[in-house]
C-alpha cells in the first residue's frame, strides 16, 4: 500500500528525516525511527543522535543536547580570545 504523504508529516524532500514545528532542534530518522538533536554552531552543522525510538525521552535529551552545546561552545570562545 502507497503512503500518501500528508503536509503536516513535515518530511525532508528525501522522505529520510522528520521534522516538528513545536521542537525545532529534533529530528526522527524514518527509517528506524530513532530521534536526533541537530544544532548549527558557528555555520557547523552538529547532529548527535538521542539514542531512543520515545517522543518524550528525545524531547527531554533534545534540550540537554542542547545546553550541552551551547555551554561548549562558550568555554570554547572564552578560552580562543
Known amino acids: 500500500m ?3 504523504r500528508k ?3 513535515h518530511l ?3 522522505g529520510k528525516w522528520r521534522s516538528f514545528p513545536k521542537v525545532p ?3 526522527q530518522y524514518v527509517s528506524n525511527g530513532n ?3 541537530r544544532i548549527r554552531i558557528n555555520g557547523k552543522l552538529i547532529r548527535e543522535s538521542l539514542k531512543t525510538g520515545v517522543w ?3 524531547k527531554l535529551r533534545s534540550t540537554d543536547f542542547l545546553k550541552e ?3 561548549g561552545c562558550a568555554l570554547g ?3 580562543i580570545v
Do not use: F, G, M
Request: aromatic letters at 8%.
Open 77 to 79: 570562545a572564552a578560552a
Open 12 to 14: 525532508s524532500p528525501d
Open 56 to 58: 518524550t525521552t528525545a
Open 69 to 71: 552545546k551551547q555551554e
Open 7 to 9: 503536509p503536516k508529516d
Open 25 to 27: 532542534h529534533l529530528l
Open 35 to 37: 530521534y536526533y538533536a
Open 2 to 4: 502507497l503512503r500518501i
